[in-house]
């Protein structure tokens, strides 16, 4: 059986032991201890901490930022998303972890054009092997179309194998409207 075992130590700090071990028992069947080993794993603990505490920090971060924002690992599969994105694909209640966007579409039918678009994307980013942008519309409730700027940073494993895919995209729709409404004018005043 294994133990993780907190103590203070003689130096007043607390330690923590992983402790291992089996019972023994006499010739006639008592039980009289435990026979095993234990090993300090007091800096494994705190790394374990920090390492909660970075990621907590991180997911802090990427829920603050107002783009949209996907992790995506080497096999396509959705690992983080912020509120703005869940929004924007309507995931909003979705169990979307650790799925793909062709998954996802099987959830949303009515944003498949849109996710088969994001996939091929995806995959001109892997195949650029750097940060790509692209310009992506989504088809929102009630018909409502959004454009966005998207970019994209493939990362990869040192053996070259793809690691993950880091998504931001910018809601671009009331400047590019903006745009064609400047040029529009600049157009009837020629």
Do not use: M
């Not at 907190?6 to 032991?17: C, L, T």
């Not at 195949?127 to 493939?154: C, H, I, N, Y």
Request: include cysteine; charged fraction near 30%.
């Amino acid at each position: 059986r294994d133990f993780i075992i907190g103590r203070v130590g003689g130096d007043g700090v607390q330690h923590w032991v992983s402790v291992s071990g089996d019972p023994v028992f006499d010739g006639a069947g008592t039980f009289v201890g435990y026979r095993g080993a234990g090993s300090d794993i007091t800096e494994r603990r705190h790394a374990e901490a920090a390492l909660r505490e970075s990621n907590s920090r991180l997911l802090a971060l990427i829920e603050s930022i107002p783009d949209a924002i996907v992790f995506k690992d080497g096999g396509g599969r959705w690992r983080i998303a912020n509120e703005p994105a869940l929004r924007l694909f309507e995931l909003d209640g979705v169990d979307w972890q650790g799925r793909t966007d062709g998954e996802l579409a099987a959830v949303r039918p009515a944003l498949g054009p849109t996710l088969e678009h994001c996939h091929s994307t995806d995959e001109a980013a892997w195949s650029a092997g750097r940060l790509t942008l692209a310009e992506e519309t989504v088809d929102g409730e009630g018909g409502g179309r959004r454009q966005f700027d998207v970019r994209k940073v493939p990362l990869f494993e040192a053996d070259g194998s793809r690691r993950a895919l880091v998504i931001a995209a910018t809601d671009a729709t009331e400047r590019r409207r903006a745009e064609r409404q400047l040029k529009d004018s600049v157009a009837l005043n020629t």
